[in-house]
């Protein structure tokens, strides 16, 4: 038997390790086709870069929250402005508020002329050919041909949006309505209340939104503080908000109707607020007579719909302590000349009622040392005047002061005067505003008189 060489010649040792090799592959089950095996592998893709993000688009860089403590007082309770207060706007504008304000060190009044603005109905957005052309390469002096330069700055796109100057030549339309407000800007600025107590901190952003506009809650860190600490920032709510020729509120707008927030005396109309209500009007129903008038409340507590009977059951007992502090106020649905006074004629609890009605010891006022002499303690009648005089005049006339309180000889006075140390220094303001009740007591060649006029 003849035996293999030890060694191959070189062509058949070659296509011995081509077959076996071409075996392996076909044992293990890695054949390529025809096609790939040829090619040389692929490398691997990189990621496409991603787009340069312009600045100015959003409030901070790619669309990061903007942190509460840059946001205007009172954002923490109302997350959002108002839409009835403040309408949607279409802000087509790409802006920097940043750049401008902490790198090109330029103010808040170099943009906006707020500083003489009285009426919130003004208009108080930069005009562009005395700012923007200053620094930019462009000229806005015709706004109907604004004639652009030759840098990027100066080209239409770099600030505005939905350029279509291959088309139409114009830009996006830039929206901004007025408020539904009452607001002056240069008292609050002659007051040094700043830019930021209002609308936070804009130097820290880029694109100043809507969501920068005042809030309410805000406001009322001066406007909500106790009388002698407020000054002059009034707490009436027609103050700011607008209203109808009746001095109503205005509460109904092309945008939706105006409703008090949860915060504001916890008087939010959520669904459970029919059932919330009588608390927050037993407090305060001036509040709620800033929106309604008395036929709201009559057209629902009409005995058919909801009980007439809005009072506790001890409330004939309690009732007095109640017209005294003038809460809740009785005439937010009494009439106080008829309903009130009729009830005390009929019980004899009144000045001029019948005597013989009158229970025995009953009195409505206490005893005249306590009640109308001096000295003044605090159930003297003048300090129950100055707290609430509508529960006076529910009884009493003018002419029932003017018999102790006129000038002797004018209608019966006495000569006894009503006003505080010091009010002859003072009076003009109120005699301009209003002489009638001067006269009511003072006679026209009065030398007192003469001293306010």
Known sequence: ?????????????????????????????????????????????????????RSGLTPLPDGEPVPLAWMPPGADVSPVPSDEIFPPQTLALR????KHVKELKLSC???????????????LLPAPEKTCDACHDVSHADLNRVV?????SGQCSYCHLGDNAGATGRVARFVLPPPNLRFNHKKHLDRNVGCAQCHGRIEELELAT?????????CFGCHGLPVPARGEARGECTTCHLTEQSGKMMVEFATGQLLPPDWLHLSGHTP?????????????????????QEEDCAACHDGRIRDRRVHPNDWITMHQTAARLDNPRC?????????????????????????????????????????TYAPRGADHHAWEAERNLNTCVSCHAERDCATCHATKGVAGGAGVNPH????????SQPFARNPRPCLVCHGPGDAGLRKCQ
Request: charged share 20%; aromatic share 6%.
């Open 272 to 292: 459970d607020w029919i059932e919330r209500h009588k608390s927050v009007a037993g407090t305060d129903s001036q509040y709620c007579a800033s929106c309604h």
């Open 1 to 53: 038997m003849k035996t293999l060489p030890s060694r191959l010649p070189r062509p058949l040792a070659s296509l011995a390790l081509l077959l076996g090799a071409l075996a392996l592959a076909v044992a293990l089950g890695v054949w390529l086709p025809a096609a790939e095996a040829d090619e040389a592998p692929a490398s691997p893709k990189l990621p496409a870069a991603a787009p340069k993000q």
């Open 95 to 98: 802006f920097n508020h940043k």
């Open 331 to 371: 005439t937010s649905c009494h009439q106080e000349t008829q309903f009130c006074g009729d009830c005390h004629r009929r019980v004899g609890v009144a000045r001029d009622g019948p005597v013989g009605n009158r229970p025995t010891g009953a009195r409505f006022h206490p005893p005249p040392a306590t009640w």
């Open 420 to 427: 505080p140390s010091g009010f002859s220094e003072r009076c």
């Open 109 to 123: 009044k170099s943009c906006h002329p707020a500083h003489g603005s009285e009426e919130a109905t003004d208009r």
């Open 210 to 218: 809507r969501e920068q506009l005042p809030r309410m809650a805000g």
């Open 148 to 152: 652009a330069g030759k840098e990027e």
